[in-house]
């Protein structure tokens, strides 16, 4: 069997994670799967990235060691993936001993070709990026993030990438398939053309990495060190068998990465892999974001949603199907609780799962659970034969899309199927069939029709849908399981006639999207407002909270309010809507602590309001400021921040 060896981009430690981690998850889950139906011996990679200054200060201000805080969050990535059904093959972690000396290895063959050599920065540098920042934006921030970097001075060692901007752009001129989609290779082949920097590959202002051979205080880059794991992933450096399946599965045929990282993977990797003297990967894929309800997620926005509500509520499948379905590979995506219910009910519960259930209870009711054989062939119909023609389209058009990873366009072609068979049943009226003994032989063609449809449209969905499709298949009494099925040598005719149909439920049952979304909602708020970090004990580990200057903090505008008026937002457990005297006005104020106070509570109560806040809106109502509080216990209880001595209202805090 040729192989393919796919991976993701190892995931940072600095918090838990989210649906950006999920969805690229998700895709190389779904591309491994759908590979081994091509007939591909495939091998599957992911990861945590756990070394660097955001983690080590991360464990810092979460009183621990970085090696718990990492081993802490490297354990949440794999216990959601092992909860949502992700199967992976190899999940690294760069804290490993055989990682570390995989990258000294690469380092010292790098070092002996020359491209080594010692110097010093000085300029700015981010820190969450882990990147000098040499094209800060007008405003001088970092041109990744936006966040403002630190000015830094250290000895490092550095790479001589300047020596590889030729043989990267001849590489790219010669593989227009290296780097996809094309948005992003022109981006790149623009950045090279501007002209390459050596870079820094060493840090001497921390320790949380791995030590440098011979340079005492040097860590490795965090860059250097991370993307070694798709070599040292698959045995680079360990000798002996699995040197072999080293030389077996490089080079990569697949990189998934995030857009924001695209830099690294194509322009740094292939250049630390030509100096090592070792083949470049195939492809280097970059998807888009995911926006919520149009804006980019992030935590300083406070609109971060996270996989596990979705799949207490719909199940992996209804996630998987969602992310696959909604967003163009490669493009941005808007991702919205009330979006992903309409397409549950609407492509799930509504098309596909009705069309099972109501063809099964059909086999059931009709022919004793027993898939009926079809008339011969001079007595089928136009109807028939336009079934037949839209499932070999449909096969043909699936493939074509999921082998240039359009997942939306393969699903589609799959659902054309779907809405085919839907309106075959409408058409042909099985059941009035059935009550007309000298028709039996057409009701049974009719059925193994649509059976046969089902059956071909449940092996396409495999890759993207496999718990549902496993389960429809088993529902259909067939052998073993949908992923058998060799793409290749699937085609119309195959269902076995006589195959006795097993016990059947409902796979996607139609859900009441208001309450859903509720529940959704809530779920949300409340792992939100709980533990938010990854170490130990539930200490804050966000990559948001770096350090600040005074000057940050005067910008921070907190004033003593009281409380006038209180009430509960509709339909939202936690949230309380407040009017907060501030002095000169009287704001409206939306905060997540009903079930901390009650509005009586409240009324006549002094509190700290944020009041340069951008005004936002909360559940449909707008919020023009913040009310300061404290989280208690572990299940992060709001305290309202309050004054013992008695303070006018309007007072400015310092």
């Not at 063959?109 to 000085?122: D, L, N």
């Not at 086999?363 to 079809?374: A, L, M, N, Q």
């Not at 059941?431 to 009719?446: F, G, M, N, P, V």
């Not at 501030?582 to 409240?602: M, N």
Request: neutral net charge; charged residues 25%; hydrophobic residues 40%.
């Amino acid at each position: 069997m040729p192989k393919f060896y796919l991976t993701t981009p190892i995931y940072y430690v600095n918090a838990r994670p989210h649906l950006g981690h999920t969805y690229t998850t998700v895709v190389a889950d779904t591309i491994a799967r759908y590979q081994r139906m091509c007939g591909f011996d495939v091998f599957f990679l992911t990861g945590t990235d756990e070394h660097g200054e955001t983690v080590a200060r991360s464990a810092r201000k979460a009183g621990v060691e970085p090696k718990a805080f990492v081993d802490e969050v490297a354990a949440q990535y794999q216990r959601l993936w092992k909860t949502l059904g992700l199967e992976y093959d190899r999940f690294i972690r760069t804290s490993e001993p055989g990682h570390a000396a995989a990258v000294k290895k690469i380092f010292q063959v790098v070092k002996r070709a020359g491209y080594i050599y010692k110097g010093k920065y000085e300029g700015l540098y981010c820190i969450p990026c882990e990147l000098y920042v040499t094209d800060p934006t007008p405003e001088g921030n970092c041109p990744t993030c936006g966040r403002a970097p630190e000015r830094v001075q250290e000895e490092n060692l550095f790479f001589r990438l300047s020596a590889f901007q030729e043989r990267l752009l001849e590489h790219y001129e010669k593989h227009p398939e290296f780097i996809q989609p094309v948005t992003r290779r022109n981006e790149v082949i623009s950045f090279v053309r501007s002209g390459l920097r050596d870079l820094s590959i060493s840090r001497t202002r921390f320790g949380w990495g791995i030590p440098v051979p011979d340079e005492e205080g040097h860590v490795f880059y965090v860059w250097f060190d991370a993307l070694t794991n798709y070599l040292t992933g698959i045995g680079y450096g360990a000798g002996g068998a699995k040197q072999r399946e080293f030389s077996r599965l490089w080079p990569a045929d697949l990189h998934l990465v995030g857009k924001e990282i695209i830099r690294q993977h194509a322009v740094y990797w292939p250049a630390f892999l030509l100096a090592a003297r070792l083949p470049l990967p195939r492809s280097v894929w970059a998807h888009g974001h995911w926006m919520f309800e149009q804006e980019k997620m992030s935590k300083s926005r406070g609109n971060i949603v996270r996989a596990e509500p979705v799949h207490r509520v719909l199940g992996s499948d209804g996630l998987r199907y969602f992310l696959l379905r909604e967003m163009v590979f490669g493009q941005d995506g808007n991702f919205s609780y009330a979006a992903l219910l309409t397409r549950y009910n609407s492509d799930l519960a509504n098309d596909y799962g009705n069309l099972a259930s109501r063809l099964l209870t059909m086999v059931e009711r009709y022919f004793k659970g027993e898939i009926p054989y079809p008339s011969a062939g001079a007595d089928r119909t136009a109807e028939d034969k336009e079934v037949e023609a839209v499932a070999e389209k449909s096969i043909t058009r699936f493939q074509q899309c999921f082998d240039r990873y359009d997942f939306s366009r393969g699903l589609e072609a799959v659902w054309s199927l779907i809405a085919a068979l839907n309106k075959y049943l409408v058409e042909t009226e099985p059941w009035e069939l059935a009550e007309d003994e000298t028709r039996r032989a057409r009701l049974a063609t009719i059925l193994w029709t649509a059976a046969e449809g089902l059956r071909i449209a449940t092996a396409l969905l495999y890759p993207a849908m496999p718990t549902a499709s496993e389960r429809i298949w088993s529902q259909m009494g067939l052998e073993g399981d949908p992923s058998q099925v060799k793409l290749d040598e699937l085609s119309w005719g195959q269902l076995p006639t006589g195959t006795r149909i097993g016990p059947f439920e409902s796979v996607f049952p139609r859900l009441d999207k208001e309450a859903v979304l509720r529940q959704l909602r809530e779920l949300e708020e409340k792992l939100t407002a709980g533990p938010t970090g990854a170490a130990p004990g539930g200490a804050v580990a966000a990559d948001e909270q770096n350090w600040i200057t005074i000057d940050d903090f005067a910008k921070v505008e907190m004033r003593v309010g009281e409380v006038r008026s209180a009430d509960r937002v509709a339909g939202a457990q936690r949230l309380l809507k407040m009017m907060v005297d501030i002095g000169d006005e009287v704001r409206q104020i939306v905060a997540g602590i009903a079930e901390a106070y009650s509005p009586e509570q409240l009324v006549g109560r002094k509190v700290v309001i944020v009041t340069n806040l951008q005004p936002r809106r909360i559940r449909g109502v707008e919020s023009n400021g913040m009310i300061v509080a404290a989280a208690v216990g572990e299940q992060g209880r709001p305290v309202l921040a309050t004054f013992s001595e008695d303070v006018p209202v309007g007072a400015r805090l310092k």
